[in-house]
């Protein structure tokens, strides 16, 4: 399958890294992540040191615990702990309390949540390929997180040592691809005042100097560091520069594909036996033929239309309420609410290995701690 959401070019963390090198490394699993999802770096310190990485599906107070006693000051976790604005983080129950715990012991998170859904290899081709599903496709267009265009004008010998300091600091990835960029010559035109120190041209008169206009891509989160580059690196006293909002790209929440023709009904105990979980919903009739599944783990009920566009005989997914049911049933398509965490279990199983593939620290694998309030009926 051609990929989705590639997670760009990701190293391996140098020895000894920082919170900050982790992110570096893991950032790509994050990268689709919808407009409206906290992703990333939510407790922490980017300076501080990481010796131990723990995964979980949340960081709730059994996960939490379990993190201490494992002496992890790292944590990656696929749902956000804060999810609303706060005005305080005290000692206490819920997520403000455990966002003060975190911090009191010198633990940070990050978080993936939908960038992971989206990813390649993320949460919904995990599920898609836990129900065994062939020729899949994305579906489920959402919009993905904010970014910028970095515009900036400069004489052309420096280009590249301007373009390498900020595709180091995180412009220009696009893709597999890092460092793109697009260079045009043109004409600069100013007038330097007279305690000016130009770095072309002669105080108070009118100059036009050849220069190279610079266009790099930036991702939200890396705004401010690759502005602090740019100012670095480039060579004039006043560098101009635009940073243009960009429309979010589009990016897929669900998988779609074929399976061998079973009923709704075999399909339902097939994702009980696969997802470990018995308190499956059906709506629609057992008898129902399938051979067309849409997956879209977590609350995935408000994707019924794109399922049903792209042909799905069913969705699986979670969190599915009454009036959306009655939707599906009226659509002639089959729901199987499956529950959110079960949903996610491959995904979780994935993003484990991901993690431990790029960063060389060890890893503990905490996505089975309090991973479904909901227990198993």
């Known amino acids: 399958m051609r990929p989705i959401l590639p997670t760009g070019a ?10 900050s090198d982790a992110i ?45 006693a494992e002496g992890t000051d790292f944590l990656v976790a696929y749902h956000p702990l804060l999810f609303s604005p706060t005005t305080r983080l005290v000692a206490g129950a819920g997520a403000p309390g455990r966002a003060h715990r975190l911090i009191a012991a010198g633990v940070s998170l ?9 990813t390649e290899g993320g949460a919904a081709d995990a599920l898609a390929g836990a129900l065994r599903l062939g020729d899949v496709e994305p579906f489920g267009a959402d ?5 910028f265009k970095l515009v900036t004008f400069l004489p052309e010998p420096h280009v590249p040592a301007v373009m390498a300091a900020l595709a180091g600091a995180g ?33 108070a008169e009118h100059n036009a100097v050849p220069e190279a206009r610079v266009e790099m891509i930036v991702p939200a989160p890396r705004r401010e560091p690759i502005i602090r580059a740019l100012l670095a690196a480039h060579p004039y006293e006043e560098p101009a520069f635009d940073l243009v909002t960009l429309q979010p790209a589009s990016v ?37 033929p399938v051979s067309r599944v849409a ?31 009655v939707e599906a049933l009226e659509a002639g398509v089959g729901i199987l609410d499956v529950g959110h965490a079960p949903s996610e279990g491959p ?27 909901w227990g198993i009926a």
Request: hydrophobic share 45%.
């Open 110 to 118: 990050f978080v993936v949540h939908t960038g992971w859904d989206t």
């Open 295 to 325: 997956v879209v783990p977590g609350s995935g009920s408000g994707m019924l239309g794109s399922a049903r566009a792209a042909g799905a005989d069913v969705l699986v997914t979670g969190d599915v309420g009454h009036h959306r049911a």
């Open 171 to 203: 412009a220009g990835t696009i893709g597999e691809y890092t460092s793109c960029g697009f260079v045009t010559a043109g004409t600069g035109t100013f007038v330097p005042a007279a305690d000016a120190t130009p770095f072309v041209g002669e105080r």
């Open 10 to 19: 990701l190293s391996k963390l140098p020895l000894m890294p920082t919170v």
């Open 252 to 288: 897929f929440v669900g998988r779609v594909g074929t399976i061998e023709t079973t009923t709704l009904g075999g399909l339902e105990e097939t994702c009980r036996a696969v997802l470990g979980f018995h308190a499956v919903r059906r709506a629609g009739p057992a008898s129902m």
């Open 24 to 68: 570096d490394s893991l950032s790509g699993l994050a990268a689709g992540a919808a407009g409206w999802d906290p992703v990333g770096l939510q407790v922490g310190d980017p300076a501080a040191s990481v010796r131990s990485v723990a995964v979980c599906h949340e960081a709730t107070d059994a996960v939490i615990d379990a993190a201490l």
């Open 143 to 147: 919009d993905g997180a904010a970014s």
């Open 347 to 373: 995904g979780m199983v994935a993003l484990v290995a991901a993690v431990s593939d790029l960063l060389e620290v060890p890893v503990t694998d905490l996505t089975g701690v309090g991973t479904n309030p």
